[in-house]
């Protein structure tokens, strides 16, 4: 009976130790880890302090409050179809016809819709007008901006969009289809032609002009205007300045001849 009571007794003092080492190995976990999170969230607390002390964009009452807030207003990555040729000032040229064309129609691209943004107005030229390869065509609006762009073409304008005066909006819904501005009968197609790009040599254009503004400008606001993966922040330019407006246009839209 005393043996039986003693190994009870010996039992009883190993269950208990083990308990009390895996409290307070336990407790000691629970600490190490309240630690490591307490660290961990005055590095990401340091961090953020530092990205707003660097990127001058990041602080509130700037362009934009955070990286967060400015996806929220970026546009779908840019789009430019196989099937139309482009011209530099970002006005695109359709083909209609089989051997012999008889009209060209011609539009404003993806890029152009998502910088200007809601476009609240087109102003159409008159039927039968004289338009020459790189002088302005129509005019567009939105806030407290207007952008002329610039016929890909030249010829007489044959016909217009007529449904973009009662819905400026197709030209950001669909700028290549249901959004055509105009159709013209070239006048000098075959010596034209070649100076318009495909999809593929208009992308590379695009890159190149990007390139060629980063250097030149130092200004985070150009981020904004070429985000990554070929973003644009949607209707940025009525949220730029007077100035920088002014050199976009003259760079992307009115580039030099």
């Not at 789009?79 to 083909?95: C, E, R, T």
């Not at 790009?197 to 980063?214: E, I, N, T």
């Amino acid at each position: 009976m005393v043996l039986i009571l003693v190994f009870l007794t010996f039992l009883f003092a190993i269950l208990a130790g083990s308990i009390a080492r895996h409290l307070v190995q336990k407790r000691e976990v629970s600490m190490a880890e309240v630690q490591k999170a307490n660290f961990f969230y005055g590095h990401l607390k340091e961090v953020r302090k530092n990205e707003e002390a660097t990127v001058p964009w990041l602080r509130r009452g700037e362009l934009a409050l955070s990286p967060a807030a400015a996806a929220q207003g970026h546009g779908s990555p840019l789009q430019f179809p196989k099937d139309v040729y482009y011209h530099k000032g970002h006005a695109w040229a359709k083909l209609e016809g089989d051997r012999r064309v008889k009209a060209v129609k011609v539009g404003l691209d993806d890029f152009t819709q998502q910088v200007m943004g809601d476009i609240e107005t087109i102003e159409l030229p008159p039927i039968g007008l004289e338009l020459k390869q790189g002088e302005a065509a129509w005019k567009i609006r939105h806030g407290k901006r207007d952008l002329s762009q610039l016929a890909p073409l030249g010829g007489t304008v044959v016909d217009v969009n007529e449904k973009l005066i009662q819905d400026p909006s197709l030209a950001n819904r669909s700028p290549y289809e249901e959004g055509w501005i105009l159709k013209i009968k070239p006048s000098r197609l075959g010596e034209e032609m070649p100076s318009l790009m495909d999809s593929f040599q208009f992308r590379v254009f695009f890159d190149q002009v990007k390139a060629k503004l980063r250097s030149a400008i130092s200004h985070p606001t150009l981020g904004m205007v070429y985000g990554d993966g070929e973003e644009v922040v949607r209707g940025i330019a009525d949220r730029l300045d007077e100035k920088l407006w002014r050199i976009l246009v003259s760079q992307l839209f009115h580039p030099p001849k």
